[in-house]
């Protein structure tokens, strides 16, 4: 991964607000990283159907 991308910065910076419990910056983040993705293989994983209001893992 290029870590000057800016789909991997927004990518990075969502995991991390994910981590911190910030669960809308998070959403945020990575609509925003899906919305500056050029194709398909820049993109996040999966496309933001839906975002949980609350984090699924455990905590």
């Known amino acids: 991964m290029d870590p000057d991308n800016p ?3 927004l ?3 969502g995991m991390q ?3 911190e419990g910030r ?6 983040l990575f609509q ?3 919305e500056t993705a050029g194709d398909d ?3 996040p994983a999966s496309p933001p159907t839906t ?3 609350t ?3 455990p905590s």
């Open 32 to 34: 925003r990283a899906w």
């Open 7 to 9: 789909v991997v910065r």
């Open 23 to 28: 669960d809308a910056d998070a959403r945020d």
């Open 11 to 13: 990518c990075v910076q």
């Open 51 to 53: 975002w949980p209001d």
């Open 55 to 57: 984090n699924p893992l």
């Open 17 to 19: 607000a994910e981590a």
């Open 41 to 43: 293989y820049e993109g």
